[in-house]
């Protein structure tokens, strides 16, 4: 069996940290450029993730069936593959109702901040309003835009927070990989 050091497995898996902070910064740009497919991507996992859930919840019913709420276990199973099934079968609809709430929930959100930076005399909640502010121009811009911004919303934003995860997640492995190398 080969003896491998702690500095050695620390470089490999940085080595994958690396591969995956490029990824994740390409994957980003990509649907920073190409907004539509980022926001279709998107809108297909979440659909998929409700056709998952419907299965286990059916999978759960059949253990459970001595149980008690079989049926009602068994009919939120079918409500949510019924959903996700609609919704990959209908992906324009769907981004542009995604749009929409994203908008209302970033609208809810700002008035919050707004709200809270007022109600609290704490150091840096002159931070918290210009977020509120900055949040509710974004809800407004979107939907103003509403619904041709869904061409492009769900795709931007989710590209900006790859590119800038990727970047963070580079610099960390980089900076880990300079002590490693000083202490190798």
């Known amino acids: 069996m080969k003896n491998i050091t702690l500095a050695e497995d620390l470089k490999h898996l940085l080595g994958w940290s690396t591969a995956l902070s490029v990824l994740m910064i390409l994957a980003g740009l990509l649907a920073i450029f190409v907004p539509l497919i980022g926001g279709i991507a998107v809108y297909g ?3 998929w993730l409700i056709i998952f859930s419907g299965a286990a919840h059916l999978l759960f019913a059949w253990h459970a069936r001595h149980d008690g709420g079989f049926l009602w ?3 939120v199973g079918i409500l949510y593959i019924f959903v996700g099934v609609i ?4 992906p324009a609809a769907g981004l542009a109702s995604m749009t929409l709430f994203l908008a209302l929930y970033l609208f809810g ?3 919050l901040e707004v709200i809270s930076s007022f109600s609290h ?3 840096g909640q002159g931070w918290l ?3 509120g502010i900055i949040t509710l121009i974004l809800a407004i811009m979107i ?3 509403w619904p041709s911004s869904s061409e492009w919303v769900i795709g931007t934003l989710v590209g900006i927070s790859l590119v800038f995860s990727g970047i963070t997640r580079l610099l960390l492995s980089m900076s880990v990989h300079s002590v490693i190398t000083k202490v190798a």
């Open 87 to 90: 919704m990959l079968t209908h």
């Open 143 to 145: 939907w103003r835009a």
């Open 129 to 131: 309003l210009l977020d």
């Open 121 to 123: 005399s704490i150091s």
């Open 109 to 111: 959100k700002g008035v």
């Open 45 to 47: 996992l979440v659909s």
């Open 73 to 75: 276990e068994m009919l």
